[in-house]
């Protein structure tokens, strides 16, 4: 299968823990986001990358919320002292287009319990 | 920036009848519009795109938005749904100069036999 994947598909944790989710773009997909969705909520955009470079943030990111994609494939988000409102579906997506175009490939994404 | 307001949370219908899910995007600059839908348990995949030209646009699977500018609006409709497109549906809107895409609420569609 050669579509986006995200790791762990489920996490719990409890409040005041780090937590960090792995995304592994399309092979040829330069562009990566993060969204988030909450129930009964459609994605909120977080951040995306081209290539290595992070290009822009929403300011949904907190401080305590971090993004790397070191090399330009995978890509890691990492929250620091997680919050019960962290609580969410974190969704990781890729795009080959250079502008508003293109079609984002989602994967199943990583649901966040934080307890 | 753009938004996107889906008018529908929940829209129930028997299998076979027709259905049009709403969708009102607010732009200050030329868009492109997309439908996404999200089947249980899976992510979200591309269902349909305006990017240009026609304002009808159409899906594989029977489904078929047109883009309206005067009404900012890009509603998707079938005429005849199946149980199998019970689903999670998402507007969505972007631009040439926009690294995000906004997506909105969504709307739940329900298909009874």
Known sequence: DTGVSQDPRHKITKRGQNVTFRCDPISEHNRLYWYRQTLGQ????LT?????????????????FS?????????????QRTEQGDSAMYLCASSFRRDGSGELFFGEGS????? | AQSVTQLDSQVPVFEEAPVELRC??????SVY????????NQGLQ????Y???????????????????????????????????????????????????????????????
Request: aromatic content about 12%.
């Open chain 1, 42 to 45: 459609g994605p909120e955009f």
């Open chain 1, 67 to 79: 993004a790397e994609r070191p090399k330009g494939s995978f890509s890691t988000l990492e929250i």
């Open chain 1, 48 to 64: 995306y990358f081209q290539n290595e470079a992070q290009l822009e943030k929403s300011r949904l990111l907190s401080d305590r």
């Open chain 2, 46 to 49: 591309l269902l349909l795109k």
């Open chain 1, 111 to 115: 649901r966040l319990t934080v307890l």
């Open chain 2, 24 to 29: 009102n995007y607010s732009s200050s600059v």
């Open chain 2, 51 to 113: 990017l240009s030209g026609s304002t009808l646009v159409k899906s594989i699977n029977g489904f078929e938005a047109e883009f309206n500018k005067s009404q900012t609006s890009f509603h998707l409709r079938k005429p005849s749904v199946h149980i199998s497109d019970t689903a999670e549906y998402f507007c969505a809107v972007s631009s040439l100069n926009n690294n995000d895409m906004r997506f909105g609420a969504g709307t739940r569609l329900t298909v009874k036999p």
């Open chain 2, 33 to 40: 519009l997309f439908w996404y839908v999200q089947y249980p």
